[in-house]
């Protein structure tokens, strides 16, 4: 059996493999069969987008000698800034607890027995936000109301389909460049297209960590969301057709 096969895995490099293979004559029996020679390549494309949506956990973390005091100025700080932010618009969707702990602090004096001092109450709830120019001030809201743990900010996309679709194509672009040029070198053309296959990256989105915050902004924050970037790859496989 004869099969020649030539790859390509990049837009950028491309190579050739002649293998053959015959069916050893040791089987006790005979065989054959012919593949086609066909022509494997790989090419990855991006797309661009600039974020129009938000996540911001805003969280309040509390201390005090005993639970009681603890739960409760936690609880009246967050719901300061959960009220807050239905004010600003934010609906029932796009407010959600991500972690509510209670644990206890603790001192470890020499040669005796650990001891309570006190109790760490946190509750962070996360905001989802559908417009880029709220992350500012919907931060500066929380921290005015009592929040002092910013954990980060990530922002995405609505439009995330469409751009993998544009990074797919260009990513099949690639590939078409390479096996022609592969085709042309090996003495022949591209044939037809047997077989195609895509895998896309998800998107990374943009994270933007914060401090723990322990005063009010004195200032607006700036928020700069930058772009997002979608990369998908894809593998085809052509028949490789000989010039005669």
Do not use: C
Not at 70 to 84: H, M, Y
Not at 167 to 187: L, N, S
């Amino acid at each position: 059996m004869r099969r020649i096969v030539l790859f390509g895995r990049s837009a950028r490099t491309a190579g050739l493999i002649a293998a053959m293979t015959t069916l050893s004559a040791a089987a006790g029996f005979g065989q054959s069969s012919t593949l086609p020679p066909q022509v494997v390549t790989s090419g990855t494309g991006e797309a661009q987008l600039s974020p129009d949506r938000a996540t911001i956990s805003l969280g309040v973390q509390s201390r005090a000698p005993t639970v009681g005091q603890a739960t409760s100025d936690n609880a009246r700080r967050q719901r300061a800034i959960i009220d807050t932010l239905r004010a600003l618009g934010l609906g029932s969707d796009q407010i959600a607890t991500i972690n509510y702990s209670v644990s206890p602090e603790m001192q470890y004096p020499p040669n005796q027995p650990p001891r309570v001092t006190g109790y760490v109450v946190t509750n962070r709830v996360r905001a989802s936000l559908r417009r880029i120019d709220d992350v500012g001030r919907t931060i500066d809201a929380a921290l005015a109301k009592g929040a002092n743990e910013i954990s980060g900010i990530e922002f995405s996309s609505s439009r995330a389909d469409s751009a993998r679709r544009s990074a797919i194509a260009d990513a099949v672009a690639h590939a078409r460049a390479d096996a022609e040029a592969m085709a042309r070198a090996a003495g022949g053309t591209l044939g037809q297209l047997l077989e195609i296959a895509s895998g896309v990256e998800p998107i990374r989105p943009f994270e933007a960590t914060m401090a723990r915050a322990k005063m009010t902004a004195a200032a607006p924050t700036p928020i700069e969301p930058g772009q997002l970037t979608v990369s998908a790859t894809v593998t085809a496989r052509w028949a490789f057709v000989p010039n005669r």
